[in-house]
């Protein structure tokens, strides 16, 4: 899986960073996850996973190369202001489910 950004474009009022991405992965090889293309961009970005919410991401059909849209925040708390919450559902780890006592 090779991550290229193509554009970066400031956005001061909200304080952050919206980002377009190409991913080219293997022709055999399914669509990466959300939470790997975070991880991959925070990589390339050198930032922490944190600050990096992916907000779009789209397989163009018969091909194995993946377009995509993510916010980059200067801070956590500034993404808690303004990223919706289903956004940032998406872009957390799964939680475990929790046992019920029988």
């Known amino acids: 899986m090779q991550v290229k950004i193509d554009t970066t474009k400031s956005n001061p009022l909200l304080k952050r960073k919206e980002v377009g991405f190409t991913i080219a992965s293997g022709p055999k090889e ?15 970005m050198q930032l922490g996973e944190d600050l990096v919410f992916i907000k779009r991401m789209h397989t163009k059909t018969g091909t194995s190369i993946t377009v995509g849209v993510a916010n980059v925040y ?12 289903y956004i940032r559902k998406r872009n957390s780890p799964p939680e475990k489910p929790k046992e019920v006592p029988a």
Do not use: G
Not at 32 to 42: D, F, G
């Open 74 to 85: 200067q801070s956590v708390n500034q993404a808690k202001l303004v990223e919706p919450e």
């Open 30 to 44: 399914k669509t990466p996850a959300r939470l790997q293309v975070k991880k991959a961009l925070a990589t390339e």
